[in-house]
């Protein structure tokens, strides 16, 4: 179905967490839910952008509701505060975006000694969205959205190297934890359904998008400009995943056509 930014509902009244929010996709996606009036949280690993993104909103959008704080998704230390701030400062969470992501970085292990791929894409969602649970039971027709890609085709959950302690490539790596991803985004729906009904997970994909997210591979930063969209047209899943009224929890969601 064709669905663009005229698409999205007012959001007035709604609290909206976009992780990664400070840049690309994450950064579309937080300024146009500001734009319908939602109360958004970017939460960012780097708050001197975070601060800057809030700026560009702001100078655009006088009126907007948007804060920031700093979450490191592939540091469970952080998320944990992140999450524990959040609670205690929030009576309601309408719609959480696992957007922030890695792609292709050199072999890296995080401070808890986790691939840096699988820590940031899979592992952090998780465990972040594990933690806010209490706060989506309690909203009503509250939504968790997870970004995953169209590279989970070419991946392959290898159960005895998820945390690349056998060896290591940078691709191959990125699409199992986009398909892990997917994978959790599906669980999750699943055992909602039985658990808290009210409460829906969707996943996306964003297509082929031209963003900050290539940056640690050099042939794709070479061919992004001939072969990608924009960061806006790459937000709309998730702001169709977001505020949609026909979309329903278990829906994968991503652009059509070439």
Known sequence: MAWGYDNIPDQSGKVILVT??????????AQALAAKKARVVLACRNLVKGNTAIATIKSRQPDADVTVEQLDIAN?????????????????????????????????????DFELQFATNVLGPFALTG????LLVKTPSARVVTVSSMAHWLGKVDFSNLNAEKSYRRFPAYAQSKLAVLMFAFELQRRLE?????VSAIAVHPGVTYSDLARH???????????TQSTAAGAL???????APAVVGGDFIGPSGF
């Not at 609670?87 to 890296?108: C, H, K, S, W």
């Open 194 to 198: 039985k658990s808290h009904p009210a």
């Open 131 to 134: 933690l806010l649970l209490s």
């Open 76 to 112: 469970l230390e952080s998320i944990h505060a992140f999450a524990e701030k959040f609670v205690r400062e929030f009576t309601q969470l309408d719609v959480l975006i696992n957007n922030a992501g890695v792609m292709m970085p050199a072999y890296t292990r995080t401070q808890d």
């Open 20 to 29: 990664g929010a400070n840049s690309g996709i994450g950064f579309a996606t």
């Open 237 to 243: 899943s998730s702001l169709m995943a977001a505020t």
């Open 217 to 227: 591979s050099s042939l794709v930063r070479f061919i992004q400009p001939y072969v």
